[in-house]
């Protein structure tokens, strides 16, 4: 394939954006190589500058999980961008998704639109020291909750229970309030209430984690993890950026059968325009300015053409459910046959899928926590990366990212994938 626009592109935009793009992970700075700048996109597929057709299995990073340039979602912007586009006044529409989110999503009552994932959980996290009037909070190794300075925090050394900043530009002050756990440990998190008692706001945590390739919680986990806040009175965050109106009609709440205190949501709730939003039983939602103390507030959150896109998305997700169990189903085909390739080609590989979640590690031992998941071969992965893209084939551009299925994925498109992986999978 050739990249020669996309190439000329990135050159271009690195002059005057940092490292030519608006989202680190979009760089390719993990698999190395010029990243790829799409002209526009249709259903399943993306179509570079360069002429080249590319089977998408980012969707996003999951919001196109209809596929891209989704009639019923383009029209509804379309007819709303001609109405006017921002008021900073109330819209009718803000009810109506409202309305319908609270209906589809188990143990909320409110919910509140912003502009991001990281804007949503970000609030929350205030939503709950408010309500709770406590200051820590604690959050796993691996699981990324956005930006905002409270979760750009890495484990702390030796002895100290806090976690320290991964990023220049975040406080030690900030980061002394949040504690880091190991995903799918009990024990990491018990000790962590045993040593801060009385002093956790919230647990916040991916229900099925996303960011560090497909990594779901192992049989009981979650239901202890439920107990722990319960017994220590800490509200328990599903950050459901990914997971919300991807694995059903109620997320990961209701794929686990757990009862999230606030649930965030990014992602499929805006259609492909920036949206995020929290929720919650009403007793924590009315914490809220204007009728509660804990201030939060945004000039284009609820904003017409973000709502819209929004609605009719999950308009269509919630007259279609079938939907959730056919990419399930295609992401299961996906993954026996990726088995199959693999388990003849002598690499150590660990396949983790979740609903239409799904990732390869090239590792012998379970990705079942940050810790497993970075023990995979990067090498091969850049490999099996830059192979796959020449094959035509979009993979997300790092190892510790998952794959986001979309209902417009057919199965010879799943073939075509699956064909390419075997004679891939001969040159790593
Ligand atoms: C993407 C993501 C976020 C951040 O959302 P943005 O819209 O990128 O700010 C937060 N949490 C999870 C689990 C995510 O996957």
Known sequence: MIYQRSSALFAAAKEVIPGGVNSPVRAFNAVGGTPIFVKEAKGTYLYDEDGNRLIDYIASWGPMILGHAHEPVVQAVIEKAKKGTSF?????????????AVSMVPNIDKIRFVNS???????????????????????????????????????????????????PGVTQGTAKDTLLATYNDIHSVAELFKANKGEIAAVIIEPIAGNMGCVPPIAGFMEALRTLCTDNETLL??????????????????????KADIVTFGKVIGGGLPVGAFAARNEIMDYLAPIGPVYQAGTLSGNPLAMSAGLAMLTELNNRPEVFSNLAKKTAYLH?????????????????????????HFTDTPVVDFASAAKGNNERFKKFFHGMLAEGVYLPPSAFESYFLNDALTFEDLDATIQALERVAKTL
């Open 237 to 258: 965050i599903f950050d459901e950026v990914m997971t919300g109106f991807r694995l059903g009609k109620g997320g990961a709440q209701e794929a686990l059968n757990i």
């Open 117 to 167: 994932g990281t804007e949503a959980c970000m609030s929350a996290v205030r939503l709950a020291r408010g309500f709770t009037g406590r200051d820590k909070i604690i959050k796993f190794s691996g699981c990324y909750h956005g930006h905002s300075d409270s979760f750009l925090i890495q484990a702390g050394s030796g002895a100290v229970t806090f976690g320290s900043p991964n990023s």
């Open 336 to 360: 026996e046959g990726f088995e199959k390739v693999l388990s003849n080609s002598g690499l150590d590989y660990v396949i983790n899928r979740y609903g239409s979640m799904i990732s390869i």
């Open 88 to 100: 900073g006044m109330p819209t009718e529409i803000e009810t109506h998704i409202a309305t319908l």
